[in-house]
């Protein structure tokens, strides 16, 4: 079950129940945000989205009562692990090839606090996977290829231009 709220006004921007337990919180940035200054050092802005997310991580993972309404109400199975309680942050698109280096060593770096970092490239190929998947049409475009649920992980950085981006190794 997959139950999204906005639970807390001035918080994040969606909350995820997910059917496994896990909740999920996604903070939405403005795609034109600069995640890098012309130098290459990360931006103010960036560093702040940052901040607020794994703010919001610590205080939710502190305060995981908050939640307990949730499994009275049958929305979850029982209050979140810590580890139970991860951010997505969604941001930016159109990056260099040089950006995408620092942002996933950026990313290597926040995974291991429960905090993920996509762009709105990222999560438009996530979607036309995921659809194209569901359509049918992935079985079709790729007979040979071997579907497996750690397909639609992106492993590779992303360039979105024209028709051409890779996915995990997989030219579309």
């Not at 305060?63 to 029982?78: M, Q, Y």
């Not at 359509?135 to 360039?159: A, C, Q, W």
Request: glycine letters at 6%; hydrophobic letters at 40%; a positive charge.
């Amino acid at each position: 079950m997959l139950f999204v709220t906005s639970i807390w006004a001035d918080r994040p921007d969606m909350v995820l129940f997910l059917f496994d337990g896990t909740v999920t919180i996604v903070e939405l940035e403005p795609s034109k945000v600069k995640l890098f200054t012309r130098q290459g050092s990360i931006s103010s802005e960036f560093e702040k989205r940052l901040k607020q997310v794994r703010d919001y991580v610590m205080y939710y993972r502190e305060h995981r009562e908050l939640f307990n309404k949730f499994v009275e109400e049958g929305i979850l199975r029982t209050t979140p692990s810590i580890n139970g309680i991860r951010v997505i942050l969604i941001i930016a698109s159109s990056l260099t090839v040089e950006e995408l280096k620092e942002l996933n060593r950026i990313r290597s770096l926040y995974e291991k606090e429960g905090i993920r970092v996509l762009t709105y490239d990222e999560l438009i190929t996530k979607i036309s996977l995921t659809l194209k998947y569901i359509s049918g049409k992935m079985f079709r475009s790729y007979k040979h290829v071997l579907l497996t649920p750690d397909m639609f992980e992106i492993n590779k950085s992303i360039v979105l231009r024209g028709f051409v981006s890779l996915v995990g190794g997989l030219a579309i």
